[in-house]
């Protein structure tokens, strides 16, 4: 509620966290000893790594080489946005990747369509390795001696570049 009234995201976030806490009717000491610290550590990490990927400037330079490609017009501009959300997403795993790509998204006035395809991309991009999204990391942590590295991406890679396709074919033609 107090997202939709336009409060603070980090201080709306942290007041929900209370509410949930107390309402719980268990001891915060109790809650906060499930928390995966080691997991939170990594996920933060990514963001230090995006953090210092823009204080080297590498986020510049990168962007110079990027916005050309994603604001071709039409169907070339979806496909280069597409493939490079893809692979992004697996370097730095899918979150962090959009608060990158979202520097770049949409500048040119194009509307709701990048917005839509990189929401998407990002999102089925996380299918393709163990690293494209943290939630696969979660999984992992549980799953490691069923599943590999090498076991996910035969899995994945297939089911991403057909969801991928598929959902890049439909957006652009409903958009």
């Avoid at 997202?3 to 949930?20: H, K, N």
């Avoid at 979150?95 to 089925?124: C, E, N, Q």
């Avoid at 799953?143 to 439909?170: Q, S």
């Amino acid at each position: 509620m107090g997202f939709i009234a336009g409060l603070d995201l980090a201080w709306t976030a942290l007041a929900g966290a209370v509410v949930a806490v107390v309402i719980s009717g268990r001891a915060p000491r109790q809650i906060f000893a499930q928390v995966d610290g080691p997991l939170l550590l990594f996920f933060a990490a990514l963001f230090v790594i995006v953090g210092g990927l823009q204080a080297a400037h590498i986020l510049a330079l990168a962007g110079g080489l990027i916005q050309p490609l994603i604001d071709a017009p039409g169907a070339l501009g979806a496909f280069h946005l597409s493939w490079i959300s893809t692979v992004a997403s697996n370097v730095v795993s899918n979150v962090p990747w959009v608060l990158v790509a979202i520097r770049w998204i949409g500048l040119d006035g194009a509307g709701l369509r990048p917005w839509l395809l990189l929401a998407l991309t990002s999102t089925f991009a996380g299918n393709l390795t163990l690293f494209g999204s943290v939630a696969n990391v979660i999984v992992f942590e549980t799953a490691h001696e069923r599943i590999g590295f090498w076991e996910f991406l035969r899995i994945g890679a297939p089911l991403t570049l057909v969801t991928t396709a598929v959902g890049v074919a439909l957006l652009l033609c409903l958009t």
